[in-house]
């Protein structure tokens, strides 16, 4: 722990916020608007973290745009469902400070930011439970417009993260339909016009806010180590342009730097099982996390992360790292499924993907190994000619790294999967898929399973035999959307040592926090909707902090 202050600091403010997601990005807005000056320090070329390469669903429970869906919600409601979610784990009276904090944050963004959400019709991971809503909790960011902004539109455009996994600006709201039924001449028009949407959408108007507002904006200024005086943490020793780089901050620090996944040492020591390829951005390195560390800050959650099957191409690469795509939606599709090395399902395919995530963790004690790891995503040639399967078209040619082969027995050769486990497998899946049934998993009893599915698809949407050679291989592993264990917080987000004290003058939020929901996965957003949350409450309570 670093108790020397410098000889002189670069730059002198009340809050400094590490990180520019969508939890840096809100405690930077609320800390302004609490009058406070901020720096705002991001570690990358690029602004948007995590927040800019997704989706950016945001899981709100009672926001107010529910009522343009016409759906209630109550905190009873809510309060129900978490305790049959959080139960495991989870910190509860943070959950109830989200709960509670939520739906005034978004207010917040929205009457002192540009930015702009909307519900949308999409469930909760777990709808059928107690207090489960099958649509309107979710929010994404409304499409962005930069053409207006003239100058600061194109900063915009150059500055903000884009994923490489979606180029072009399509709404949550649209996938229902089906990514080969989408108007891909409207796509292209929007985006020509200047409209964003997902993590952009979210991320550009939030930046839009700082450059008005007069925010310290600092690219490529990685965070190394927090400075402290008389036990209060007063400034940030950060690297930029080779040197030192020191910022004071006189009220507060908050890391928002997000997780720890692209930390090999970080991810073994702590993760619960099997994590091969996470689809971050791989500045994820546990930054914020080594610094709270160093100033003695209790850490919680640290075996969560909010998982994710993952895939990859030869070849493909994000910020020098390999390149690893989500599979949300084509194991969702009927004529798919996911075996393990012994040809055998292990999981209810249309499930959500973080439950689905925690399958491959499964531990064989006779074996010594987990049994569900290599995994295998297999479909047939009916699948593969009607859905855009890992990124190719219908009725293209399979690509080198999508294994081919004329029966499953073929298959199963090729790939390293056991031939008679494959096609007895598949065989007794196939029985009962004719008819729509899953007995083994249930999949396409729950209303999120066919969410993702095939609607016209009957009488299971989520649910075909594979039984039109050829037959398709694609390996799968376990990956991750991000780490969700990090420093200990109260309810204004203030982090805590190892005695339950909060440390003077620092704040976490985001996946820098310890995940209050434990190991589950509310719903769509699950990860931004706390981040917005206690982001918020981070640079409101850094904002009225005594000056040091």
């Known amino acids: 722990m670093t108790t020397n202050l410098p000889a002189q600091w670069d730059v002198d403010v009340d809050v400094v916020v590490l990180g520019s997601g969508a939890a840096g990005l809100t405690a930077a807005a609320a800390a302004q608007v609490h009058g406070a000056r901020v720096a705002l320090l991001e570690k990358t070329d690029k602004w948007g973290g995590t927040t800019a390469v997704s989706s950016a669903g945001t899981w709100m429970p009672r926001n107010h745009h529910m009522a343009d869906l016409g759906i209630s919600d109550s905190r009873e ?37 540009p930015t702009r959400f909307q519900a949308i019709r999409y469930p909760d991971y777990h709808p059928e439970f107690e207090g489960g809503k099958s649509a309107g909790r979710p929010l994404e960011p409304a499409l962005f417009d930069l053409k207006p902004l003239g100058e600061l539109g194109d900063r915009l455009e150059e500055e903000v993260r884009l994923s490489a996994m979606a180029l072009l600006p399509i709404m949550m709201c649209e996938l229902s339909v089906g990514l080969e039924n989408l108007d891909f001449q409207m796509l292209f028009e929007r985006h ?102 160093q100033v003695g800050a209790a850490l919680g959650n640290m075996s969560e992360a909010w998982w994710m099957p993952t895939y990859n191409i030869p070849g493909e690469e994000y910020d020098g790292k390999p390149l690893n795509r989500i599979i949300a939606r084509e194991r969702c599709l009927p004529g798919c499924i996911f075996v393990n090395r012994q040809g055998r399902r292990f999981v209810n395919e249309a499930h959500n993907y973080n439950d689905i995530g925690r399958s491959f963790h499964t531990f064989d004690p006779v074996e010594f190994d987990f049994p569900n790891v290599p995994a295998w995503m297999l479909f047939d040639h009916t699948c593969k000619s ?17 294994t081919k082969a004329d029966s499953l027995r073929e298959l199963a050769q090729i790939v390293g999967i056991d031939p008679d486990g494959l096609e007895a497998s598949v065989a007794k899946f196939n029985t009962h898929a004719r008819e729509g049934q899953d007995p083994e998993f249930k999949r396409g009893v729950s209303v999120y399973d066919h969410h993702n599915a095939d609607p016209n698809h009957k009488p299971n949407p989520a649910l075909a035999p594979l039984e039109t050679p050829p037959y398709y291989a694609i390996r799968i592993y376990p990956g991750t959307l991000g780490t969700k264990g990090g420093a200990k917080t109260n309810e204004r987000a203030q982090v805590l040592d190892i005695w339950g004290k909060t440390i003077p003058g620092l704040y976490a939020a985001g996946n820098s926090m310890a995940g209050v929901t434990g190991m589950a996965y509310a719903g769509a957003g699950g990860t931004i909707g706390p981040a917005i949350a206690f982001g918020y409450l981070a640079g409101q309570y850094a904002a009225q902090e005594p000056k040091r």
Not at 86 to 108: M, Y
Not at 217 to 246: C, M, P, Q, W, Y
Not at 386 to 402: C, F, G, K, N
């Open 192 to 293: 020509n016009n200047g409209l964003r949407s997902g993590g952009r959408a979210l991320i550009m108007p939030l930046i839009q806010h700082c450059v008005q507002q007069g925010v310290e904006l600092h690219l490529k200024t990685r965070g190394r180590e927090l400075i402290t005086e008389n036990g209060a943490v007063v400034g940030v020793r950060a690297e930029k342009d080779g040197r030192d780089f020191f910022v004071r901050a006189r009220q507060g620090v908050v890391i928002a730097t997000g997780g720890f996944e692209w930390n090999e040492d970080l991810a073994k020591a702590f993760l619960r099982g099997p994590m091969e390829a996470p689809s971050s951005p791989p500045a994820c390195e546990g930054d914020g996390l080594l610094m709270a560390q």
């Open 386 to 402: 009607t859905y855009i399967m890992a990124t190719v078209m219908p009725h293209r040619p399979s690509p080198s790294w999508m």
């Open 77 to 113: 409601e809510v309060v129900t469902y978490m305790k049959r979610l959080g139960a495991v784990k989870g910190d509860w009276p943070l959950i109830e400070t989200f709960i509670d904090v939520g739906p005034e944050a978004i207010r917040f963004l929205e009457e002192k930011t």
